[in-house]
């Protein structure tokens, strides 16, 4: 009648400092050395250790999940959402260009019950015509290319009329 | 050999809507364990993507009210509008008491093309327990939504309608990220967020079931990982041995069978104005924090949840997917709002209110073409009869269902009063009921039923022995000489039927050698000394028939009540006979929808030969959209013997208290589907409660709650 609901068995978080994990202690480790060592070969070389620490912080706080999302995963999905809306209030504006140029599909700042409760057919028409799929229902089949056979009537010259 | 690979493309949504059921009628410990194994093996079976959605939205009972009011202005009798008019205050007082909600389950699978919706409904009616029926999911809003920043009293991202709102409300979709290492159960903390008195959905996501090698490969490796690094630290790290032990048990229950699924759970929450949409976020958020988190959807992905509440894959809606892995036998408890009735559809006839008083439970039983027939079973002083005259009252003002109630205690005063009927009352002193009354349209088929209530005056069969069968031709032959000289058979009124004084006569006569005469001789002997002159039922059965079985009133109720004959059994069998004879030749007629109560049936089903009249009686019934309601007290009386095929017929069973014949329910095969819980309640049901079982529908246990009218009238009942 009850169970003991266990962690997460797929996800690997080894103890690394505090109620930080070694992954990303590691991840943000690597990426402030990467910065460190790029810099060295840069005219700015004198900021490289202020930069190692900064970016080793930087990245940490980057990383920081909230809601099981790091914190710039959550910056991009706000960022991605105020370009959606606000290219779908002003189509000829800034923002409806920059979404364009960045490929953005801003009609999903508007949603009709229509499209999104309605059984559409995930299904796409194999490809392969040595697999044959029964459908359960006709429109299926028309809706996503099955085929399916009809009468034909001929003209009398011997043309598909 | 080609192989046929299955590409995920090809997978078609299927969608079925589930009925939720009482989950507290598995109320024991082993009945709730037996419920989550049938579920995880249910679940166990699934390779592809699967969704489980439970909608709540406030209701109300106005949808009622409106259509008895309908039905008042309609009315033409002036005491059925008064009735209805009662009982709309009723259902008035009932929405005043409480706040209801409505609950409505679906269950969509994404299958190959060629597996239909109506064979995962069958598949979840079987695993499931309950009534799956294919069909579209409801949607989630009506309209155009629009994806509002952050703003207007909410500081989350949300829908807002597009346009005027016109009474829509906004809404806010949040994603669960953890499933927190507790226990979890059919109650919490599912129960909980139903509790709530405000309109949300919840979406259990199973976007992935793993193959079982595969997961058990996924998750040894986490298990030689964490043992590595625990190899190789120093100090103490509780969380990497808590997970190494989480992955050996998850490895355990792989390997018992179980497979392991990714959940993701969405929960939508509608609010009418963004302050208290923040509230009621809050509110979820923190009320189930024990058991898992939730975070509301950011962007575009609060957009894209919605899709959640539709067919689309999981694959196909763009949210963070943040899944956590489960053993079928945790998945089967995130089923567990399935198990949360609330207030279902108002159509049909109030039954009840559930046993805690939450919600008024209506049933509709003239939905399909055929009338379902009930059994009722109860002991004495329990509330049967109550029930009854509520019920029909009900039926017969709300539904204009009339009905005809055969009762043997006088009770059906109260009844005739109510509805200013007539009351007939039979009675071995004034009642003559004329066994060759015309019951049948055919020659053979009256016959044989006259035949029948002869049998049940001799006490003894007229047929199984040479001298019975030559007995039976002979009366056969004496009916069919008396039938034969009045015309047409449907035209012979009460008043022409050949008496049986007559019969009598004609019988002696009969026989073309002299053993045969002496046989009929004999014979006539035997009924006429019953039958006529000072025998003891010569007054009942000599007489042309004085009480009207005619159909003139077919539209109106009709009450019989047998009170004044109860101490002889054949007179009271005959009468029973007589009065259901008329009404199924009725029933041939027109397929209107009736209702036959017969209380205290066993006085009939005790005469094998009349046994066999309400076998028939009750099929004819059904096909004619009469519904018949067997009343008695024991069950035990209704599943022996041929009385078993009445029973079979009555997919409806009404059960009072059973204290005194509990084995039946727990012997018989036609009530597997009780659990011990479900013999603990039909064993301590107080008075006026009763178990609603309703074949391939669901279990429920009522209380008849009566009107105020209903209190007055029938109170002495």
């Avoid at chain 2, 994603?175 to 909980?192: A, E, G, K, N, V």
């Avoid at chain 2, 449907?490 to 006569?509: N, Q």
């Avoid at chain 2, 005790?606 to 067997?630: C, G, M, N, Q, Y």
Wanted: proline share 5%.
């Amino acid at each position: 009648m009850a169970a003991q609901f266990k962690s997460n068995v797929r996800v690997r978080e080894e103890k690394g400092f505090g109620s930080i994990s070694m992954k990303r202690l590691i991840f943000c480790g690597v990426g402030a050395v990467l910065i460190f060592m790029t810099l060295r070969f840069t005219p700015l070389a004198t900021i490289a250790l202020p930069m190692l620490l900064g970016v080793f912080a930087g990245l940490l706080v980057l990383t920081g999940p909230r809601g099981g999302l790091p914190l710039w995963h959550r910056l991009m999905l706000g960022l991605r959402g105020g370009l959606v809306v606000a290219a779908a209030r002003h189509p000829a504006g800034i923002a409806a260009l920059i979404a364009r140029a960045l490929n953005v599909d801003v009609s999903v700042a508007y949603l009709s019950q229509r499209q999104i409760f309605t059984v559409q057919s995930s299904m796409v028409a194999d490809e392969d015509v040595n697999e044959w799929a029964v459908f359960a229902d006709l429109n299926e089949a028309e809706t996503t290319g099955g085929l399916h056979f009809v009468n034909v009537m001929e003209g009398s010259d011997g043309n598909t009329l | 050999m080609g192989t046929r690979f299955r590409k995920p493309d090809t997978q078609v949504a299927r969608s079925v809507l589930l009925e939720p059921f009482d989950i507290s009628l598995h109320g024991t410990d082993e009945g709730l364990r037996g419920l989550q194994n049938r579920f995880a093996m249910w679940l166990r079976g699934f390779n592809g993507p699967l969704r489980f959605v439970t909608w709540q939205i406030p209701a109300d009972l106005s949808p009622r009210l409106t259509y008895i009011k309908e039905m008042s202005d309609a009315a033409a009798e002036a005491g059925r509008r008064e009735l209805l008019m009662e009982y709309r205050r009723h259902y008035e007082m009932l929405q005043a008491e409480a706040q209801y909600q409505r609950t409505m389950c679906g269950l969509a699978a994404w299958t190959e093309p060629g597996e239909s919706a109506h064979s995962l409904a069958r598949s979840a009616t079987a695993a499931l327990d309950t009534l799956a029926v294919d069909a579209l999911w409801p949607p989630l809003f009506t309209g155009e939504y629009k994806l509002c920043e952050p703003g207007g009293g909410y500081r989350g991202w949300h829908l807002a309608p597009v346009g005027k709102p016109a009474g829509r409300p906004v809404f806010a979709l949040l994603s669960s990220y953890q499933l927190q290492p507790t226990i979890w159960d059919f109650q919490r903390p599912f129960s909980m967020l139903i509790g709530r008195r405000f309109p949300l959905a919840i979406c259990v996501d199973i976007p992935k079931t793993w193959d079982r090698n595969d997961a058990i490969n996924e998750i040894e490796s986490v298990v030689q990982a964490y043992s590595v690094h625990l190899a190789t630290m120093r100090g103490e790290d509780s969380r990497s041995i808590k997970k190494i032990n989480d992955c050996r048990q998850t490895l355990e229950e792989l390997n018992l069978g179980d497979a392991l699924h990714d959940v993701q759970i969405i929960i939508a929450l509608s609010a009418p104005d963004r302050k208290t949409l923040r509230e009621r976020v809050d509110e979820v958020i923190k009320l189930v924090k024990p058991w898992f988190g939730l975070r509301a959807e950011i962007g575009e992905a609060q957009a894209e949840a919605a899709k959640f509440f539709g067919p689309h894959h999981s694959r196909a809606i763009g949210i963070p997917h943040t899944t956590w892995p489960v053993v079928s036998r945790e998945l089967a408890l995130l089923f567990a709002p399935l198990g949360m009735r609330k207030l279902a559809g108002l159509d049909g006839t109030l039954r009840g209110e559930d046993g805690n008083g939450n919600y008024p439970v209506f049933h509709n039983s003239w939905r399909d073409k055929r009338a379902t027939h009930e059994v009722w079973v109860g002991g004495s002083g329990y509330g049967k009869t109550f029930a009854l005259n509520c019920l029909l009252s009900r039926q017969y003002a709300e539904e204009g269902v009339p009905f005809t109630l055969l009762e043997p205690m006088g009770h059906g005063v109260h009844v005739a009063n109510a509805f200013d009927l007539p009351w007939y009352v039979m009675s071995a002193q004034h009642t003559c009921l004329n066994p060759q009354d015309v019951m049948f349209p055919t020659l053979v088929e009256q016959k044989a039923h006259t035949i029948r209530l002869y049998e049940t005056i001799l006490g003894r069969q007229l047929s199984g022995g040479q001298k019975e069968n030559q007995e039976r031709a002979l009366l056969g032959e004496a009916l069919e000489i008396l039938y034969g000289g009045l015309g047409e058979l449907m035209a012979i009124t009460p008043d022409l039927a050949p008496l049986t004084e007559t019969v009598c006569d004609v019988l002696s006569g009969l026989g073309d050698k002299a053993h045969i005469r002496t046989i009929a001789t004999d014979l006539a002997d035997e009924i006429g000394g019953l039958c006529t002159g000072r025998g003891p039922w010569a007054a009942f059965v000599n007489g042309a028939t004085n009480i009207d079985l005619s159909s003139r009133n077919r539209a109106k109720p009709q009450v019989f009540s047998f009170h004044e004959m109860e101490q002889d059994p054949i007179m009271l069998a005959i009468a029973y006979t007589q009065v259901l004879s008329a009404i199924r030749r009725d029933s041939l007629s027109n397929e209107s929808p009736r209702v036959i109560a017969v209380d205290e049936v066993y006085r009939l089903m005790r005469h094998p030969s009349l046994l066999d009249f309400l076998i028939e009686a009750a099929k004819t019934f059904r096909t004619r959209r009469k519904k018949l309601v067997v009343i008695d007290q024991q069950m035990s009386v209704m599943v022996e013997g041929r009385a078993r095929l009445i029973f079979e017929n009555c997919p409806i069973r009404v059960i009072f208290n059973q204290r005194q014949g509990l084995n039946v329910f727990k012997e018989d095969a036609a009530f597997q589907h009780f659990n011990d819980y479900h013999h603990e309640i039909i064993a301590n049901l107080q008075r006026f409660s009763f178990v609603f079982d309703v074949q391939e529908e669901g279990i429920w246990v009522l209380r008849n709650r009566a009107s105020e009218g209903e209190l007055k009238r029938f109170r002495s009942t």
